[in-house]
């Protein structure tokens, strides 16, 4: 069941690095090549290759065997809302306590991170045999615990309460008898000694397990979904679509969550590093390269907010999404999303050819909601974008909401995606085979 498989994904993903280590995994097991960025790349026709940078984005791609004329991109994001470890963590309170100190990454509803077991992830920088190495940290415990305040203390709770996040939502860690052990579990985590750990970037994550729930089994709940879905369905995709005519990619970047602004993210070059260096590889000069650039088409997928029950009001009447009710495609006149009726026509085009159903996505008017990945990518390497995802509910909660049967949804629409050769014949000229 695909709902299972996607569930163990997360499990196995508590922050963007340990997503694109696991995706890096998957990779490896079907046969792409690993490549490194600081080295030349020996491509071949029918080869298979995957690079990341800073360990938490990675791009894959298969070049076929017949020559390409474009590239054929899906996009995702490996980060989620959280709290970040500050880089002296450890605080006494009230003689009795260590608390940690954070800041918030990524606009969360903060309210869902209390009251419920957290641990800590990321990785650490480590001196090994003379170097430095990236070392994955995982406490994989119930580790700290963010507590509300008692209604008693606090009477406005269910009335809008402000929390500060510099007092409301540090976490503890332990008793008095924790003060200064920070460092050692780090290390532990890492496999390394305590003195051999230099520098670390961890991070607070849910550890409730995912469920599958509801009067059929029809939805699912756990921590992450946005954007880990689009993330493990175009993966799925993009595994088992053959290319031919175009390079397939794979793109999952960071930071998406804080802004897209760092090399890792999709405003960095590196979409349009690994696009040029494939343009290269097989002897193409700029213009050549530039050229399959402009007939090349991008998918962002960034999941899409279903249809609350209890606040339908919200959401503008004629452009409503449900879950289970398939691939939403994403409008926003403002350009916060990069669909037109060209990206628009083409995608759902080829959704209804693979007996995939699609939904529209606007927001109402007077709401005003937020932005994802294609735009920004846009900026670097200019094609026709389609901005899509899966309708959800509870965005940015600790613990999301989505439904089993748009999973499957998915992953047929961006294999057909995939498989479809799309040609620019002209300006505003295309065909699908």
Request: net charge negative; hydrophobic share 40%.
């Amino acid at each position: 069941m695909s709902a299972n498989e996607f569930l163990s994904f997360v499990a196995a993903s508590p922050t963007a690095f340990q997503a694109a280590d696991e995706t890096a995994k998957k990779l490896k097991e079907a046969g792409f090549v690993p490549l490194m960025e600081h080295e030349c790349w020996p491509l071949v026709p029918g080869g298979r290759y995957f690079v990341t940078r800073n360990r938490s984005a990675i791009i894959a791609f298969v070049v076929p065997e017949d020559g390409f004329s474009h590239f054929q991109i899906v996009s995702s994001h490996s980060d989620s809302p959280t709290f970040k470890l500050k880089p002296h963590a450890e605080s006494a309170s009230a003689g009795h306590y260590v608390r940690l100190n954070v800041e918030r990454y990524g606009g969360m509803i903060l309210s869902t991170w209390m009251d419920r077991p957290l641990s800590i992830a990321g990785r650490a920088i480590v001196r090994e045999n003379g170097q430095l190495v990236t070392k994955l940290v995982d406490f994989g415990r119930d580790a700290v615990l963010i507590p509300n305040m008692p209604i008693h203390f606090n009477r406005d709770i269910n009335n809008g309460y402000a929390f500060n996040p510099q007092v409301d939502l540090l976490p503890i860690y332990g008793d008095e008898n924790a003060n200064g052990t920070l460092s050692a579990h780090i290390a532990q985590a890492a496999g390394a000694k305590e003195d051999d750990v230099v520098s670390s970037d961890l991070f607070l994550y849910c550890r409730t397990p995912g469920s599958i729930w509801g009067a059929s089994g029809e939805f699912f709940s756990c921590p992450r979904i946005d954007d880990l879905e689009c993330a493990y369905t175009s993966l799925k995709a993009f595994l088992s679509a053959e290319a031919k005519g175009h390079v397939n990619v794979y793109a999952m970047f960071d930071n998406e969550e804080v802004g897209s602004g760092s090399k890792q993210g999709a405003d960095s070059t590196f979409l349009e590093d690994v696009l040029f260096r494939v343009s290269a590889a097989f002897g193409r000069d700029d213009a050549s390269a530039r050229a399959a650039l402009a007939s090349s088409f991008m998918v962002s997928a960034d999941n899409a907010h279903a249809v609350h029950p209890n606040h339908p009001e919200k959401y503008d009447e004629q452009n409503r999404t449900f879950m289970n009710s398939g691939v939403v495609i994403k409008h926003n006149a403002n350009q916060k999303y990069t669909t037109d009726a060209v990206s628009d026509a083409i995608f759902s085009e080829i959704c209804a050819r693979a007996g995939v159903p699609v939904q529209h996505f606007s927001n109402r008017s007077d709401v005003p909601g937020g932005s994802t990945l294609g735009n920004i990518a846009n900026a670097h390497v200019s094609m026709n974008t389609v901005d899509i995802g899966l309708a959800q509910l509870a965005m940015h909660s600790s613990y999301e909401t989505a439904g089993v049967r748009d999973i499957d949804f998915m992953i047929h629409a961006l294999t057909s995606f995939y498989t479809t050769h799309i040609q620019t014949k002209g300006d505003g000229l295309f065909s699908l085979s």
